[in-house]
C-alpha cells in the first residue's frame, strides 16, 4: 500500500511555505493536497489575490493527478507537445510553475500549490513547503 499524506505533514507543508512567502514579503494563496487531488490544508494570507485561491488549488491538483511539477505540464502541454490541451481536462489544470508534486520514497504522496505572486515567487514559497515534509509519514 503506498504512503498516505497526513493532515499533519500536510501541515508542516503549509506551514513553510506561509513562513517563505512571509520572509519574500509576497501574501499568498497554499493549498496541500493529497495523491489523488484532494484538498487537505489550505491557507490565503491578508492581502493575496483573491482569484488566486482557485489557483493554487489547481496547480496542487495538478501536480499530484500528473506527478510532475506545472512548469513540467507547461512544457509538455506546449503546441506540439505530447500533452497538449490537457489543460482543459479533469475540471482544469494549471500548466505554469507554482505547483510541486510531494515525494516520499518514490511514491507522490500529495502535492502544494502557490499562487498570488509572479511565477518565480509562486515556485520559491512552493519549494519551501516541499523541503519541509517531512521524510516518515506522521502517525495517524
Not at 506561509?18 to 487531488?37: F, R, S
Not at 512548469?71 to 506546449?78: D, I, K, N, P, R
Not at 490541451?85 to 516520499?104: A, D, K, Q, S
Request: charged share 20%.
Amino acid at each position: 500500500m503506498a504512503p498516505r499524506l497526513a493532515l499533519a505533514d500536510a501541515q508542516q507543508v503549509l506551514d513553510a511555505a506561509l513562513a517563505k512567502a512571509e520572509e519574500i514579503g509576497q501574501p499568498m494563496n497554499v493549498a496541500v493536497v493529497d495523491d489523488g487531488g484532494h484538498l487537505l490544508a489550505f491557507s490565503r494570507q491578508d492581502g493575496a489575490i483573491l482569484a488566486s485561491v482557485d489557483i493554487a488549488i489547481r496547480k496542487a491538483r495538478t501536480a499530484a493527478l500528473l506527478k510532475m511539477t506545472t512548469a513540467q505540464a507547461g512544457e509538455a502541454a506546449a503546441p506540439g507537445a505530447p500533452l497538449y490541451g490537457i489543460e482543459v481536462t479533469n475540471g482544469g489544470l494549471v500548466i505554469f510553475g507554482g505547483g510541486i508534486p510531494l515525494v516520499r520514497g518514490r511514491d507522490v504522496v500529495g502535492a502544494v500549490g502557490v499562487s498570488a505572486g509572479s511565477v518565480e515567487q509562486d515556485t520559491t514559497v512552493a519549494e519551501a513547503g516541499v523541503q519541509a515534509l517531512p521524510k516518515r509519514a506522521a502517525r495517524r
